[in-house]
Nanobody
Framework: QVQLVESGGGLVQTGGSLRLSCAAS????????MGWFRQAPRKGREFVAA????????DYADSVKGRFTCSRDNAKNTVDLQMNSLKPEDTAVYYC????????????????????WGQGTQVTVSS
């Protein structure tokens, strides 16, 4: 399994930016698809973005497409989520997750496809 720790959350005004980072430990990170999910109060956990282990495939939820960018550095065992033009509805706890064992284009959207999860980082966007 991969151990994951998120950082970079905080409070930002509408229209602002934040960069989340997820640090991974474990030798298998470079072969893990990585995903970002979020959970707002009283709501289920939802898909935000994913990136294949090769980095050649990225996928985004429609609600964040064009505003968020997911990237990874396999040499540093990190995956980042750059969030621009933030809106109050982006307020949530953000989680990174790892999905092992598939092709270099694997970048799933489904929670059940992910094996390891971080503890989450709070993002609050004020109006």
């Amino acid at each position: 399994q991969v151990q994951l720790v998120e950082s970079g959350g905080g409070l930002v005004q509408t229209g602002g930016s934040l960069r989340l980072s997820c640090a991974a430990s474990g030798r298998t990170f470079s072969r893990a698809a990585m995903g970002w999910f979020r959970q707002a109060p009283r709501k289920g956990r939802e898909f935000v973005a994913a990136i294949s282990w090769s980095g050649v495939v990225t996928d985004y939820a429609d609600s964040v497409k064009g505003r968020f960018t997911c990237s990874r550095d396999n040499a540093k065992n990190t995956v980042d989520l750059q969030m621009n033009s933030l809106k109050p509805e982006d307020t949530a706890v953000y989680y990174c997750a790892a999905s092992m064992g598939y092709s270099h284009t694997w970048a799933p959207r489904t929670l059940q496809d992910y094996d390891s999860w971080g503890q989450g980082t709070q993002v609050t966007v004020s109006s």
